[in-house]
Nanobody, 127 residues
Framework: QVQLVESGGGLVQAGGSLRLSCAASGRTFSSYAMGWFRQAPGKEREFVAAISWSAGSTYYADSVKGRFTISRDNGKNTVYLQMNSLKPEDTAVYYC????????????????????WGQGTQVTVSS
């Protein structure tokens, strides 16, 4: 079992930055690929970013590429999402997720590939 708790959301003006954190319980955190998804009101949950268990591979949605950075600290059982140059369309509830991976550089980009989810943290970007 892995429990995930997100933090760091809030209200920010367009062009600003936020750093989301996701703290994981369990001793096998380092063997999970991690990801961030978001869901805006009335929309489906969408992929944002993913990172392999070794942090050797990362992948981003086109909409956030160049603005967001995913990273992880396996010693602290934590994954981060640094969000810069925020836009009003980034407003959503952000969720972190953990998915079992079979090899070092494996990453997941679909919700069904993830086994555990956090409760979400709200990010609101004002124009």
């Amino acid at each position: 079992q892995v429990q995930l708790v997100e933090s760091g959301g809030g209200l920010v003006q367009a062009g600003g930055s936020l750093r989301l954190s996701c703290a994981a319980s369990g001793r096998t955190f380092s063997s999970y690929a991690m990801g961030w998804f978001r869901q805006a009101p009335g929309k489906e949950r969408e992929f944002v970013a993913a990172i392999s268990w070794s942090a050797g591979s990362t992948y981003y949605a086109d909409s956030v590429k160049g603005r967001f950075t995913i990273s992880r600290d396996n010693g602290k059982n934590t994954v981060y999402l640094q969000m810069n140059s925020l836009k009003p369309e980034d407003t959503a509830v952000y969720y972190c997720a953990a998915g079992r991976a079979q090899w070092d550089h494996q990453i997941h980009t679909y919700p069904y590939q993830y086994d555990y989810w956090g409760q979400g943290t709200q990010v609101t970007v004002s124009s």
